[in-house]
């Protein structure tokens, strides 16, 4: 505990919080007192930190501090960053603390940089003004507004000016259209931006940043005298964590536990510690384990032995180390550290030729020797070591040696033969003969003749013998000639020995070589005889061995009968996934834009055929990562495995450098921005509906065993006010035909709409997704309200354990919310089925006026221009929808074509009719998708924008709007278009239901021109009595 009264620390100003204690403070002070019985007798009073002005990550912790007076009087507020989720925690012992009257003056008065700015600042200032505001890469406050003027730099200081990234190693050269090396670069060191890695030996260079360790894929190499990262020509040499990094960060020693890991490692990133096991009951190491570290030849970290196995005189393990970079060093001193080894004699480091940093600590090794026979001249060198007055061998130079015997030398005074240093190579006595090549001995090949007069060779390979053993074909000695070896233009190449032992080539009629002599022939035919015995024995052997298992295995099936396959039973997936060229994709301009990639409005021209459909192209970011390409790949995935009409679908995937997925285009946008804005206009009938569409989709899901885990209202897409579609599949997991449950690895969840088990267990089930439709519904029914908007993510968990849920919606009777509730309750099981819950919702678009009180409730409006300005262009005559281009016939059917009043009541003019008609025999056939609206609507000013219009797809031409469609899935025909029949309902796929009264005649919903109103349409129906006389609306 501190008991100092005062702790000066005037001159911080920021915390950048890069590690936390418990994970989350920043600053903590705790139990800064002693205590003496029951009373305090000493302790902190004043922890001036006068210039702390803010921290950048993690909160503030202050408790136990019973003499610190006057804290809470402290704007925290000002100096924590909120983004970061801080949270800011003061406690103090009641029972010991003084008063604050005597406590001395206030512990520090930092200045307010953040509480006090203008609200055109969007980090800190220096006074309250506009013109105060600091740059955005300041941190901890400024002077003025520029990015040289920062107390503080937010991320890093490149020569006193704040920058968000140091200077790339490459820039882009827009004259030679190519990327040249960057003058001008700089390497991110910490949170400075410098010229060149400190410690050229200590720091590895690779792209715009120093490092410790060279990552996967590339190793370490020296050029110009600096280590930089390259990346691997072929297998990389494998690298092994260390103690103190990566899955040995936590461990202190070399063990039993993690010695396996060192196994064929050649580059520890990292320390390599030996120690005894004082207290952790740690099993005792095997010494031939130690075998494992004979590999290395590079250690990034430090060395440091201080227990030995005792049959060992050696560090011989460590024979093939070559570096030891002191990245890390033993007390900040020390890259090589052996100390109380009694029983080592010498080191047996043969192949240590460098030590980049630090020292070298040698010292209470009462039997070690040879240490000062090593040139010592950078290293540091313990005067407590005594010579053992022993010397190295004879054939060692004046560099020293590792230890005894001529294979222990630094380097060689005459001659090194495979690492053990001679007096002289065996050039003319000896074997194997050998010659010399730079101060080593080489040996010379097997198929030289072995000399006594002179050199065997002149250099290493077969083409330096001074004479060849067998035969010499052109410069090579070779064992035989060549005989049917494949040459130049596929032809086989002959040759046969002279009588001086040269190969020459056989004449060119020569198939099957040259015949010397009969001794040939007889050799060929005992080959082949002896062959054919060896074939032969092979075959009995094999046929034997054949008839011993089928004897076995009838033994077998006698005993025991064999259990028979069990198939999955599961369908297999035959969805067909289209790869599209990115020649056939048109973008026209941006709909939005997330954190992977941006979504435009664009046209699709399939190869081979006169058409375009409109589409929605989502574009992968350039410099997204793996993990993002692969989630992007799961969601095509997933949208290409599902057909629904109430399922968004993947038409395509184009595979450029960005990946880019082709999806149907939702023109009225997502349905959470559709219901906010227009929820003047929205009646009952189309809620209910989108409820029933949403149901149906998500049941559908469930069939295909598809767990969506983020149902939203902002997840819902409007192809029009009538049909909805579920999207957005990137969290969407497949089960397969025996998985019932999913569980999560982390990562962003919307955990206001997920179930309580998933918020706690990251588990997700087709009951987590109802409870998710249950909140969707919420949406609806509040016209896009926030659920629990006024409770923070991370207690939505305790305030579902207590029972509170989402309150019921003013519009909503109690039927519809207890289907809610049911969708809200804890156990999984307890909740309805989406084929339930398609049932329910669907008796009650039957008769929404008694499930929804809705003041006003008027028919939703729809624009005639909407789709002339979502679509338009110079040239969209053959502009067809996706479905209808995809899937022609299956399109006919209706999803959702009766809304709220799907005709706008007509006064009895004779003149409707004729409108209709010319409409309806138009050939603009190919936009059946686009004509779902009002005859009244059609007859607005043109110059009043559309109430269901989407800014994100505002397009201002009108071109498109003077055709007329005649496709029969949403055009509301008259009477004499269509053939009346008594007690027909409306053909919804959501719900059927006979809107037309039974009692009442076809001939009661005709106007006195014949113009048929539809239910929905009908007065009478409706209750208000002279329907034929109503205004227009």
Same mark, same amino acid.
């Given at each position: 505990?501190?008991?100092?009264?005062?702790?000066?620390?005037?001159?911080?100003?920021?915390?950048?919080?890069?590690?936390?204690?418990?994970?989350?403070?920043?600053?903590?002070?705790?139990?800064?007192?002693?205590?003496?019985?029951?009373?305090?007798?000493?302790?902190?009073?004043?922890?001036?930190?006068?210039?702390?002005?803010?921290?950048?990550?993690?909160?503030?912790?202050?408790?136990?501090?019973?003499?610190?007076?006057?804290?809470?009087? =402290?704007?925290?507020?000002?100096?924590?960053?909120? +983004? +970061?989720?801080? %949270?800011?925690?003061?406690?103090?012992?009641? +029972?010991?603390?003084?008063?604050?009257?005597?406590?001395?003056?206030? %512990?520090?008065?930092?200045?307010?940089?953040?509480?006090?700015?203008?609200?055109?600042?969007?980090?800190?200032?220096? !006074?309250?003004?506009?013109?105060? #505001?600091?740059?955005?890469?300041?941190? $901890?406050?400024?002077?003025?507004?520029?990015?040289?003027?920062?107390?503080?730099?937010?991320?890093?200081?490149?020569?006193?000016?704040?920058?968000?990234?140091?200077?790339?190693?490459?820039?882009?050269?827009?004259? =030679?259209?190519?990327?040249?090396?960057?003058?001008?670069?700089?390497?991110?060191? !910490?949170?400075?931006?410098?010229?060149?890695?400190?410690?050229?030996h200590n720091y590895v260079v690779t792209e715009g940043s120093c490092v410790r360790s060279c990552s996967a894929g590339t190793k370490e190499v020296q050029e110009n005298g600096v280590h930089i990262c390259k990346p691997c020509e072929g297998p990389c040499p494998k690298a092994c964590d260390g103690i103190g990094m990566g899955s040995l960060s936590n461990t202190m020693a070399v063990n039993s536990t993690n010695i396996d890991s060192f196994r064929n490692c050649t580059s520890v990133n990292g320390n390599i510690i030996l120690s005894q096991d004082p207290h952790y009951n740690i099993p005792p190491m095997e010494p031939e384990k130690l075998e494992n570290l004979r590999t290395v030849k590079e250690i990034t970290g430090y060395l440091m032995i201080t227990a030995w196995p005792e049959d060992s005189r050696s560090l011989s393990v460590f024979e093939n180390l070559e570096a030891i970079r002191g990245r890390a060093a033993y007390q900040k001193s020390y890259s090589l550290v052996v100390v109380n080894v009694n029983h080592l004699r010498w080191l047996g480091l043969r192949s240590l030729k460098e030590i980049s940093a630090s020292n070298v600590m040698v010292k209470k090794n009462c039997s070690?020797?040879?240490?000062?026979?090593?040139?010592? /001249?950078?290293?540091?060198?313990?005067?407590?070591?005594?010579?053992?007055?022993?010397?190295?061998?004879?054939?060692?130079?004046?560099?020293?040696?590792?230890?005894?015997?001529?294979?222990?030398?630094?380097?060689?005074?005459?001659?090194?033969?495979? &690492?053990?240093?001679?007096?002289?190579?065996?050039?003319?006595?000896? @074997?194997?003969?050998?010659?010399?090549?730079?101060?080593?001995?080489?040996? #010379?090949?097997?198929?030289?003749?072995?000399?006594?007069?002179?050199?065997?060779?002149? &250099?290493?390979?077969?083409?330096?013998?001074?004479?060849? $053993?067998?035969?010499?074909?052109?410069?090579?000695?070779?064992?035989?000639?060549?005989?049917?070896?494949?040459?130049?233009?596929?032809?086989?190449?002959?040759?046969? $020995?002279? @009588?001086?032992?040269?190969?020459?080539?056989?004449?060119?009629?020569?198939?099957?070589?040259?015949?010397?002599? +009969?001794?040939?022939?007889?050799?060929?035919?005992? !080959?082949?005889?002896?062959?054919?015995?060896?074939?032969?024995?092979?075959?009995?052997?094999?046929?034997?061995?054949?008839?011993?298992?089928?004897? /076995?295995?009838?033994?077998?099936?006698?005993?025991?009968?064999?259990?028979?396959?069990?198939?999955?039973?599961?369908?297999?997936?035959?969805?067909?996934?289209?790869?599209?060229?990115?020649?056939?994709l048109k973008k026209d301009r941006v709909l939005g834009s997330g954190a992977f990639g941006t979504v435009y409005k664009g046209l699709w021209f399939p190869e081979d055929e006169n058409v375009r459909i409109p589409v929605a192209i989502k574009v992968l970011r350039e410099a997204t990562s793996p993990k993002a390409n692969q989630e992007v790949l799961d969601e095509a995935y997933v949208m290409a495995s599902v057909d629904h009409p109430h399922v968004c679908r993947l038409l395509g995937i184009c595979l450029t450098s960005s990946v880019q997925l082709v999806t149907q285009l939702m023109p009225y946008g997502c349905l959470l921005d559709y219901v906010r804005h227009h929820q003047e206009t929205i009646c009952g009938q189309w809620l209910l509906n989108w409820c029933v569409q949403i149901a149906k989709g998500m049941s559908y899901l469930e069939e295909r065993h598809l767990v969506h885990r983020d149902l939203a209202a902002r997840n819902v897409l409007l192809k029009n006010p009538n049909h909805v579609k579920i999207t957005d599949f990137g969290l969407a997991k497949l089960l397969t035909a025996n998985e019932t449950e999913y569980h999560a690895d982390g990562g962003k969840v919307p955990i206001k709409w997920m179930a309580l088990e998933s918020i706690l267990q990251f588990t997700f089930t087709h009951q987590s997704d109802v409870w998710s439709y249950g909140v969707t519904v919420w949406e609806l029914m509040t016209f896009g309200s926030k659920p629990y908007d006024t409770i923070q993510a991370r207690d939505v968990s305790s305030v579902l354990e207590r029972g509170e849920r989402l309150p019921q919606p003013p519009i909503c009777t109690i039927d519809v919310y207890m289907i809610m509730v049911k969708c809200w309750m804890i156990d999984p099981a307890s909740r309805p089925r989406f084929r339930e819950l398609v049932a329910e919702f669907s008796q009650m678009a039957r008769d929404p006026s008694r499930y929804l009180v809705i003041q006003g409730d008027l028919p939703s409006p729809s624009d005639r221009r909407f789709y002339s300005r979502l679509l338009s262009s110079d040239d969209l005559d053959d502009v067809v929808d996706a479905e209808e281009y995809l899937q022609p016939y299956k399109g006919q059917s209706n999803h959702g074509n009766h809304p709220c009043n799907t005709m706008v009541k007509t006064h009895a003019r004779g003149d409707v009719h004729k409108e209709f008609s010319t409409s309806f025999h138009s050939k603009g056939s190919n936009y059946d998708y686009y004509t779902n609206q009002s005859v009244s609507e059609t007859r607005r000013?043109?110059?009043?924008?559309?109430?269901?219009?989407?800014?994100?797809?505002?397009?201002?031409?009108?071109?498109?709007?003077?055709?007329?469609? %005649?496709?029969?899935?949403?055009?509301?025909?008259?009477?004499? %278009?269509?053939?009346? @029949?008594?007690?027909?309902?409306?053909?919804?796929?959501?719900?059927?239901?006979?809107?037309?009264?039974?009692?009442?005649?076809?001939?009661?919903?005709?106007?006195?021109?014949?113009?048929?109103?539809?239910?929905? @349409?009908?007065?009478?129906?409706?209750?208000?009595?002279?329907?034929?006389?109503?205004?227009?609306?």
């Open positions: 505990m501190n008991e100092a009264p005062t702790v000066p620390l005037v001159n911080l100003r920021l915390i950048r919080g890069q590690s936390l204690y418990e994970g989350r403070f920043a600053l903590l002070v705790l139990s800064n007192y002693n205590k003496d019985n029951s009373s305090v007798t000493g302790g902190m009073r004043q922890l001036l930190l006068s210039n702390l002005t803010e921290i950048l990550s993690g909160g503030v912790k202050v408790t136990l501090n019973p003499l610190l007076c006057n804290m809470d009087t =402290i704007q925290w507020s000002d100096i924590v960053d909120k +983004s +970061s989720h801080s %949270s800011i925690h003061q406690e103090a012992d009641i +029972s010991t603390r003084h008063d604050s009257a005597e406590a001395p003056s206030l %512990s520090f008065y930092p200045p307010v940089t953040k509480l006090v700015c203008a609200e055109q600042c969007s980090a800190r200032c220096h !006074g309250p003004k506009p013109v105060d #505001c600091c740059n955005q890469h300041c941190a $901890a406050g400024c002077t003025g507004p520029s990015a040289t003027q920062c107390l503080a730099c937010r991320d890093f200081n490149d020569d006193g000016t704040c920058i968000d990234a140091c200077p790339p190693p490459k820039i882009y050269d827009r004259l =030679i259209q190519q990327e040249v090396m960057n003058p001008k670069v700089k390497y991110a060191y !910490g949170a400075t931006c410098v010229k060149a890695c400190p410690c050229k070690l020797c040879f240490i000062q026979t090593v040139n010592w /001249t950078r290293l540091f060198r313990s005067k407590q070591n005594q010579a053992c007055n022993q010397t190295c061998h004879h054939q060692c130079s004046e560099d020293g040696c590792w230890g005894p015997g001529p294979d222990m030398c630094v380097s060689c005074l005459h001659f090194n033969r495979r &690492g053990r240093c001679v007096a002289q190579c065996n050039l003319l006595h000896g @074997e194997p003969r050998e010659v010399e090549v730079n101060s080593s001995c080489v040996e #010379c090949h097997s198929e030289c003749l072995m000399m006594s007069e002179g050199p065997t060779c002149r &250099g290493p390979g077969p083409g330096n013998c001074s004479q060849c $053993a067998h035969f010499k074909d052109g410069h090579q000695c070779v064992a035989r000639c060549p005989h049917g070896v494949l040459g130049d233009g596929d032809t086989l190449i002959w040759k046969y $020995a002279d @009588e001086t032992g040269h190969c020459q080539l056989c004449h060119q009629n020569c198939t099957e070589g040259t015949t010397t002599n +009969s001794t040939l022939a007889v050799g060929v035919v005992g !080959g082949l005889l002896v062959a054919v015995l060896v074939l032969l024995l092979i075959v009995v052997l094999l046929r034997r061995r054949r008839i011993k298992q089928k004897r /076995t295995i009838r033994r077998l099936l006698q005993e025991k009968k064999l259990e028979p396959l069990i198939p999955s039973g599961q369908a297999p997936n035959q969805a067909h996934l289209r790869i599209l060229k990115e020649t056939e000013s043109s110059s009043r924008l559309s109430e269901v219009f989407n800014p994100n797809y505002e397009d201002l031409n009108q071109s498109w709007a003077t055709k007329s469609f %005649s496709g029969p899935e949403y055009l509301n025909m008259t009477q004499s %278009s269509l053939p009346p @029949e008594d007690g027909d309902s409306l053909r919804s796929p959501d719900y059927k239901a006979n809107f037309l009264s039974l009692t009442s005649s076809t001939s009661e919903a005709l106007t006195g021109d014949g113009v048929f109103l539809p239910a929905a @349409e009908n007065l009478e129906y409706l209750g208000l009595g002279a329907a034929l006389h109503a205004p227009l609306r």
